[in-house]
């Protein structure tokens, strides 16, 4: 038996550090479901900005590319708010 | 009900005044000291004259009593002075007394004689009652004047304010006009708000000397704000003019290259009282020096070959007169004025010191009768009269008629037809207000009024008639102008008018609350299920920033608190995470960490001893894994393409990835497998190179060889055509070429 492949291992693997690390002045993506992050990854102009998956529902924002992958957003038609700090 | 208090407008708001010892001579010092002290017997020396100045300053009751001891003349200089809020400029001072008859106009056969003053301004400076507009008490009649002068605050308590002059039309308007124009306070600020809100949108702006906006940025905010209103009088360039006076009122501020708005500041302007406002845009207006009236926008700087604006002193002095006295005409029972005649009265009062430059080419050019033929007129009072009428006259008129009543303080009237026209005005409500303070004020209803009409559509109606500033910002915040003109304005709420109030800070129940409160009809229930929707909407996807992710942690750690986000991922603060990192030895990325890739021409990645884990996820964007290192392949940049990464992105990659520089085959490979094919030609051609560049150039001449050549290659090489080689081979020959010449190459490193 194999495990199962994600559907998103393709385009937006998991992250996979291989030792503990932190990142400082990071920034993530948050959705609603899993569905929404497909949809979102799957286009490129979108896709490009993300690094990796850290869930279903979160991705790594490719650092210093916030802005950008904000724009890549609104102009698919998303109006993603906008948020500083851990706490959701 | 409510009653605003607003400050005289021509009030300075200064610093109380205090007197400076440092730059008295020896006779003044004894003179104030004689005045402030009495009598003295002991020793003059200027330096015990001013202890002794000091001193009586110090007594509060010595104050009162000189006031008290004050020849009454003096004392009513002083309540102008305290008036004006303590300071005064020249110009009006002397207008002022000589309204109020405390001092007259020199005889005209004074005007060109020396001879000693008794001035009770003179006077009081000199003892240093009033402060500044000392000058020698002998002088020229002609050029009696003031220069600015201010009240001590010691002495600011102990005198009243003198009371408003009111203003005598010498001919009355006998009846009402047959059009009148006026704007409602409401739709000034509305159309300052939305040229704030186009500036914010800029974020930092160019500007020139002044703060004058460059002629780009200047078009850039036409292009954003909504058409003019068609208002044959509007003021030129309007849009410098709500930026000039943004400006001036603090909402927007600027260094020498750039400007920014500051938009706390223009939220708090929207939360004063129409008239509170008004009276900003009058007070900021008598500063302007990068907008003229019936003028537009002029450089901060001047010319003394070819004018580029009037003067700017000139300008205040002028502007100040201007409003003095429209000051006197809101304490009159006068409804509406003439123009022409107020601007002859207007001249009668300041005289022809007063609004005094020159300007020719105003946007707006009445024709005043008293001004026709001046050229015929006979030297004296009228001919001067009549060139005023047509120069600062003019002036005067583009300012009430057009800057005033786009300020909202003035109505316009008009009568007559075409040749028989006549202009006339009145002060607004708000006009009176804020000319008429702090005596008229106006009373009103306080509460939210309901101002709005939301449509099914979601269109919303504002009549200006009631709107007030909080109405008129948080519409501009969450709605898009859709009309400029009118009464009633039309707003939209769209999708992205709502996510932009969102992302500004509002909340959706602060949204649903300001149209509930204001809105005439409530808010249609299609409305508020859009409203619900949008923000549920948004709240689908967020952008968080400024985060710190804790990777691969150890299980059961509780170091880093934060919320896990997946599998030994926690999103953290900043703080929490350095702290955790700290007690778990967990190094924090940063850049020069990550610095650490090399790569060779076969597209090889190796990586160092401490993995980035950022750097790792960008590799698995466009390379595969090899045996513990990286190779960047057509097939790995090929998926790379289709998530729509780009060479350009993977190039910035490097550059933060790596201290050495991508090797160029292999950076024009990555190119070439993005999709930017670089051509090339591999294959045969006959070559014919000839070593000696002479014979080069004739053989290139030659009407001989050209029908077997396809070209040249290179300085020295033709390409021969295949069928033509025989031939070429013949010719050459023929021509006595020795063709055993070994063909030369240059080496590839030279």
Redesign the interface.
């Known amino acids: 038996m194999t495990a199962a492949k994600h559907p998103l291992d393709r385009v937006l693997p998991l992250l996979e550090p291989d030792q503990p690390a932190i990142l400082a002045n990071a920034a993530i993506l948050e959705v609603q479901d899993l569905a929404q992050l497909i949809e979102i990854s799957r286009d490129p102009k979108i896709g490009r900005h993300l690094l990796a998956r850290l869930s279903d529902t979160v991705a790594l924002i490719d650092p210093g590319a916030e802005e950008e992958l904000i724009k890549a957003l609104r102009a698919a038609g998303h109006t993603p708010r906008t948020a500083k700090g851990g706490e959701p | 009900m409510t009653k605003s208090a607003l400050p005289f407008v021509l009030s300075a708001s200064r610093d109380s005044a205090e007197p400076s010892v440092d730059n008295l001579d020896a006779t003044r010092a004894q003179r104030a000291a004689r005045f402030w002290t009495g009598k003295w017997t002991g020793s003059q020396a200027k330096a015990l004259c001013i202890e002794r100045l000091k001193s009586a300053w110090r007594d509060p009751k010595r104050a009162a009593e000189v006031v008290a001891a004050l020849p009454p003349e003096h004392r009513a200089v002083l309540a102008v002075v305290r008036r004006y809020g303590g300071g005064i400029s020249g110009s009006l001072l002397r207008r002022e007394l000589l309204a109020r008859g405390i001092v007259k106009e020199p005889k005209r056969e004074d005007r060109l004689s020396y001879h000693r003053e008794t001035d009770p301004v003179h006077e009081l400076c000199e003892n240093l009652v009033l402060l500044g507009g000392y000058r020698d008490y002998w002088s020229l009649g002609s050029s009696r004047g003031y220069s600015s002068v201010s009240l001590p605050g010691r002495l600011a308590s102990h005198i009243e304010p003198a009371a408003s002059l009111d203003w005598k039309a010498s001919a009355p308007v006998d009846k009402a006009p047959d059009s009148t124009v006026l704007r409602a306070p409401a739709q000034v600020l509305i159309d300052l708000e939305q040229t704030a809100r186009a500036l914010q949108a800029q974020g930092k702006w160019k500007v020139n000397q002044g703060g004058a906006l460059p002629a780009a940025v200047r078009n850039r905010l036409a292009k954003v704000l909504p058409p003019q209103s068609g208002d044959s009088l509007e003021p030129p360039d309007r849009i410098v003019l709500d930026y000039t006076l943004l400006c001036a009122m603090g909402a927007a501020e600027l260094d020498e290259a750039e400007g920014w708005l500051i938009p706390e500041h223009v939220e708090t302007l929207a939360n004063l009282s129409q008239e509170a406002q008004a009276s900003m845009y009058v007070r900021a207006w008598l500063t302007l020096r990068t907008w003229q009236d019936g003028i537009g926008a002029v450089p901060d700087r001047d010319n003394r070959d070819e004018s580029t604006r009037i003067d700017p002193s000139s300008m205040r002095k002028a502007r100040d007169l201007l409003v003095w006295a429209l000051t006197r005409v809101a304490h009159s029972q006068i409804e509406w004025l003439d123009l022409e005649t107020f601007l002859l009265d207007l001249y009668k009062v300041t005289g022809e010191d007063g609004l005094s430059f020159y300007w020719h080419g105003y946007t707006w050019q009445p024709h005043f009768a008293t001004a026709a033929g001046k050229d015929k007129l006979p030297g004296g009072f009228e001919r001067s009269r009549a060139y005023w009428m047509d120069d600062e006259g003019i002036w005067a008129a583009n300012a009430l008629l057009s800057t005033m009543v786009h300020l909202g303080v003035v109505e316009r009237g008009r009568s007559g037809g075409v040749r028989s026209e006549r202009w006339c005005f009145r002060l607004t409500e708000v006009g009176k207000a804020v000319f008429g303070a702090p005596e008229v004020r106006i009373e009103k209803v306080a509460g939210d009024v309901k101002c709005l009409t939301v449509q099914p559509n979601h269109e919303i109606l504002l009549y200006l008639d009631t709107a007030d500033g909080p109405a008129v910002t948080t519409l501009g915040r969450i709605a898009a102008r859709e009309s400029a003109t009118g009464v009633v304005q039309n707003f939209k709420l769209t999708?992205?008018s709502v996510?932009a109030a969102?992302?500004g800070g509002m909340a959706l129940a602060e949204i649903e609350s300001f149209l509930a409160s204001r809105s005439r009809n409530g808010v249609p229930a299609n409305v508020a299920h859009s409203l619900s929707e949008?923000s549920r909407?948004?709240?689908?996807?967020?952008?968080?920033?400024?985060?710190?992710?804790?990777?691969?942690?150890?299980d059961g750690q509780s170091s880093?608190r934060?919320?896990s986000?997946?599998?030994s991922?926690v999103?953290?603060?900043?703080r929490?995470?350095?702290k955790?990192?700290k007690d778990?030895g967990?190094?924090?990325?940063?850049e020069a960490m990550c610095r650490d890739w090399k790569v060779d021409e076969h597209g090889t990645v190796s990586l160092g001893k401490?993995?980035?884990?950022?750097g790792?996820?960008?590799l698995?964007?466009f390379a595969e894994p090899l045996d513990g290192r990286w190779r960047i392949t057509a097939e790995s940049m090929r998926?790379a393409r289709?998530?729509?990464?780009?060479s350009d992105?993977i190039f910035g990659w490097f550059t933060t990835h790596m201290s050495h520089e991508v090797p160029p085959v292999l950076a024009t490979a990555i190119r070439n497998w993005a999709g930017g094919r670089c051509k090339a030609f591999l294959d045969g051609v006959v070559l014919l190179q000839i070593n000696d560049l002479k014979a080069f150039e004739a053989l290139r001449r030659s009407e001989r060889l050209r029908p077997f050549l396809k070209g040249a290659l290179a300085p020295g090489c033709f390409v021969v055509t295949e069928e033509g080689r025989k031939e070429a081979t013949k010719l050459l020959r023929d021509l006595g070429f020795s063709l055993d010449a070994e063909c030369k190459i240059a080496s590839l490193d030279d």
Not at chain 2, 610 to 614: G, L, Y
Not at chain 2, 642 to 646: H, T, V
Request: no cysteine; glycine share 10%; net charge positive.
């Open positions: 999708r992205d996510y969102l992302e949008w909407k948004r709240e689908a996807v967020v952008v968080r920033s400024s985060v710190s992710l804790a990777a691969g942690l150890p880093i934060g919320r986000v997946g599998k991922l999103v953290a603060s900043s929490a995470a350095g955790g990192a778990l967990i190094a924090v990325e940063s401490t993995v980035s884990f950022v790792k996820a960008r698995r964007r998926a289709e998530l729509g990464i780009s992105q």
